[in-house]
């Protein structure tokens, strides 16, 4: 129904900056908000960030805020996750999301791309 694609993931060390993008084709118009998730190898995928599409509202992990920045572009179905000072703990997949209109359930997971920060 809608298809997701994450890119922009890589190796970066400690202190460095990478920005990831998520571009949304399909039912895109079934989805009203979209944002990011991450899993460390071994532990639970957990929330990262979100947008809606419309409503104005952002939300973040306490583990990122400051530090990372999610926005959005809705003529080109894209979401984007600047992420600075990135740190250690914060090497994961990262997986796009995107939550169903209807439902409010986020339905939809892009195949995922890996940040790994090094020293």
């Known amino acids: 129904q809608v298809q997701l694609v994450e890119s922009g993931g890589g190796l970066v060390q400690a202190g460095g900056s990478l920005r990831l993008s998520c571009s949304a084709s399909g039912r895109t118009f079934s989805t009203d908000a979209m944002g990011w998730f991450r899993q460390a190898p071994g532990k639970e995928r957990k929330f990262v960030a979100f947008?809606?599409?419309?409503?104005?509202?952002?939300a973040y992990a306490d583990s990122v805020k400051g530090r990372f920045t999610i926005s959005r572009d809705n003529a080109k179905n894209t979401v984007y996750l600047q992420m600075n000072s990135l740190k250690h703990e914060d090497t994961a997949v990262y997986y796009c999301?995107?939550?169903?209109?209807?439902?409010?359930?986020?339905?939809?997971w892009g195949q995922g791309t890996q940040v790994t920060v090094s020293s």
């Open positions: 999301a995107a939550r169903d209109a209807v439902t409010s359930k986020v339905d939809y």
């Open positions: 947008t809606s599409w419309s409503g104005g509202s952002i």
